[in-house]
């Protein structure tokens, strides 16, 4: 009897994981660049960023390791220490020879965490007959992590050719804080998450909608702009994807295709204090959410937004934080929030004709408006 054996190949629908793999010209005042592929549907990306920033948050400080009374001044040069020297020489030291450590100011990042952000820099110097006679840098910093809206000068995502997003680091940073929630684990130091199906969307229908079905697409590309000020600076990442599509039932039980990417753009005014009305700002898709920044929480005193002449928003930003944080946001993120489907329903979203949105400042300032728009492709 002849007997054959038949080989199946699994098929993978869940998500996997992988390395960004293809990250070109990561260099300091350089623009990186990533080709993500576009055979699958890509829920969520992480970034890691690293390298050597001592000054970015103000002037670092050498400390020796046994106290005494002379002090020394640090230059920094592209992140990296490149010379100390002696202030005044007299110490209260016994002769011999002593190291030290340099150190950057203490930074609290918008992900809530505290960090010194120059890291590894380490002098020695020689005491005789209580003067200091000589100071030699021993190392100019090591490779740490640095948060991402200090990293990252710019960034761009692009399919088709199409800017989709177009937003800071930072705000990306500020919408992943703003959407976790109070007591929820914040991204580490140095950490960059970008969320296509947003996972704070877990009880809704179509949860999935969101993400970037890239399937059938010519091409997606990140562009990343890297801050001058920061030597050896490195950029790695990971991808959360799966093979399948963004498709639901019509009427007659077929499946049918479709896209829903959130776009994000950032649209900046120059405000008098008192009121301003902004009026320019884009209704060609439904409108999901508005994150204000001018200078601070008070710095927007209140807003009223007015769709098609109908008043669908007012409150004090105080109001309106109240309101959000019992759906558990973090709203002390951004200086105002306007969330139209603060449930995380996607059928929420504004739609709208003529839009007037009434901003009043407690002075004069940059006022920036990131949005999120619930685009119908990459277009």
């Known amino acids: 009897m002849n007997s054959s054996t038949v080989s199946a190949q699994a098929q993978n629908f869940g998500a996997s994981i992988n390395i960004i793999s293809g990250i070109q010209g990561v260099a300091p005042g350089a623009q990186a660049s990533i080709n993500m592929p576009v055979n699958n549907r890509i829920h969520r990306e992480t970034f890691q960023c690293s390298g050597v920033a001592y000054g970015l948050n103000g002037t670092p400080v050498a400390t020796p390791a046994v106290a005494g009374t002379e002090t020394f001044t640090v230059t920094v040069l592209n992140g990296l220490i490149s010379s100390i020297v002696r202030n005044n020489t007299a110490t209260a030291k016994a002769d011999g020879s002593y190291t030290g450590t340099i150190v950057d100011p203490a930074y609290t990042g918008i992900n809530g965490k505290t960090m ?186 209140q807003t009223e937004l007015y769709q098609d002449g109908n008043k669908v928003l007012e409150g004090s930003y105080q109001q309106v934080d109240q309101m959000l944080e019992q759906y558990g946001f973090n709203a002390s993120v951004f200086d105002y929030n306007a969330v139209f489907d603060p449930d995380e329903r996607l059928g929420k979203a504004l739609k709208v004709n003529n839009l007037v949105f009434r901003v009043y400042s407690a002075s004069p300032g940059a006022l920036n408006i990131v949005m999120e728009i619930q685009g119908d492709g990459y277009n």
């Open 116 to 301: 010194n952000i120059g890291q590894g820099a380490t002098f020695s110097y020689t005491v005789v007959s209580s003067v200091v006679t000589s100071v030699t840098l021993t190392n100019p910093g090591t490779v740490g992590p640095i948060p991402p809206e200090l990293f990252f000068t710019s960034q761009k995502r692009l399919v088709n050719g199409v800017v989709m997003r177009d937003i800071s680091a930072a705000d990306s940073l500020r919408i992943y804080m703003a959407n976790i929630g109070v007591g929820v684990p914040a991204p580490a130091n140095g950490e960059l998450p970008i969320c296509f199906t947003e996972p704070w969307r877990k009880i809704v229908d179509h949860d999935q909608a969101t993400a970037w079905d890239l399937i059938g697409q010519s091409t997606y590309q990140i562009l990343y702009g890297i801050n001058s000020a920061i030597s050896s600076p490195s950029l790695t990442g990971t991808y959360e994807f799966d093979y399948l599509r963004n498709a639901r039932l019509n009427a007659k039980g077929e499946q049918v295709l479709f896209l829903r990417p959130i776009k994000q753009h950032t649209f900046t005014y120059n405000v008098p204090a008192g009121l301003f009305n902004v009026t320019s700002l884009p209704v060609d898709f439904p409108i999901q959410r508005m994150w204000l920044r001018e200078a601070g929480k008070g710095s927007i005193l």
